[in-house]
């Protein structure tokens, strides 16, 4: 049986993120992609996602989707049947990266939303290589669209996470850990973490790719997800 499949977006993202995904795992099972937008802490977005989702179901998470998945994980472990934690951190917000955040967010109030994005984030998004400006232009587009208020909570909520260790260690499940090879925002040793935390972990690092792989590199991304897929329908 296929499970249904629940994906979560990164930071000012939105399913077109998943685009490539969706539109291979969709022929099979049911893909349902939850926002991330309606809260200012990680644990009531993880609430919210699983008042909305099905019963079962395997879940993949990127950048602050899988934030977000490893609270649902620690709130539900039992609904959730498959992991996949993608370009992710399980720890809290450190220090000096929430000290950058707060001048972002009063920028942001401030109407300079599109020179944040631009300026401060986008750029340590992706590595160099054929279609970086196409996935960095879609970038914006996303960002534009959910606008101010959504960046304000989703900082807040980076800024204020736990530490999800724990979460991680208590989780039986089959998981995939996938990263980028030049991700510069989560490298690779913090997947290396996640993998050593958790108890039925696969480790897929993707050559060529930075902090979005499902759009740098849909087709390796495919087919990583495909595999867990399948494990995670087979428990």
Not at 79 to 87: K, N, P, Q, S, T
Not at 126 to 146: F, I, K, Q, T
Request: glycine share 8%.
């Amino acid at each position: 049986m296929s499970l249904p499949l629940v994906l979560l977006p990164g930071m000012m993202c939105d399913a077109r993120l998943f685009g490539p995904q969706i539109a291979e795992f969709s022929r099979d099972r049911a893909v349902q992609v939850a926002p991330i937008t309606g809260a200012d802490t990680v644990e009531a977005l993880a609430a919210e996602i699983l008042l909305h989702a099905p019963p079962r179901f395997a879940l993949a998470g990127l950048s602050m989707g899988g934030i977000v998945a490893m609270e649902v994980v620690r709130q539900a472990p039992e609904r959730v049947a498959g992991l996949a934690l993608l370009g992710t951190n399980p720890k809290a917000e450190a220090d000096k990266i929430r000290a950058l955040r707060r001048p972002q967010m009063e920028r942001v109030r401030q109407g300079e939303l599109v020179a944040v994005m631009r300026d401060e984030m986008k750029p340590n998004y992706l590595a160099p290589g054929a279609g970086r400006e196409d996935v960095l232009a879609l970038c914006m587009e996303m960002a534009e669209s959910l606008g101010p208020d959504v960046f304000l909570r989703q900082s807040q909520a980076l800024m204020d996470r736990p530490d999800q260790c724990d979460a991680l260690r208590a989780y039986g499940g089959p998981a995939l850990v996938l990263c980028g090879s030049d991700d510069a925002l989560c490298p690779v040793f913090r997947h290396e973490l996640m993998r050593d935390l958790l108890s039925r972990p696969r480790l897929v690092v993707i050559e060529g790719a930075g902090h979005l792989p499902t759009l740098e590199r849909s087709k390796e991304t495919i087919a990583a997800l495909r595999d867990w897929l399948k494990e995670t329908d087979d428990e």
